[in-house]
């Protein structure tokens, strides 16, 4: 479940913008009367109301977002099968040492390296 490019361009984009917004507002490029916000009581709540309701909608998301992570069933990446069927081989490997070991030690001679 990957996102396509033109989600990917549109959460840039809304991130840059607020980036420029935050660097304008603290080089005072341009700044928010807070003032009139705190003495304009329909302002404030609307600011509240609108926060509010951004709050959710995003907690919301993240919600969906992360319950879908945890319930969807993938499969085993490709570097966890190889561990897995290394994880295999070596128990072969040491039921057959095991094997040789109960037969009564005998094991046959490895040929060289260069051989094979």
Known sequence: MRPSRVVLVGWALLITALLVVELAEI?????LPVQSAFTDPLALVFALVFTTILALVGAVFIGMYASARILNPTGFTPF???MLQMRSDVRELKAAVNELHAEG????????QGEA
């Open 27 to 31: 080089t005072h490029f341009f700044t």
């Open 80 to 82: 966890e099968e190889e």
């Open 105 to 112: 030690g005998k094991v046959p001679p490895s040929p060289p």
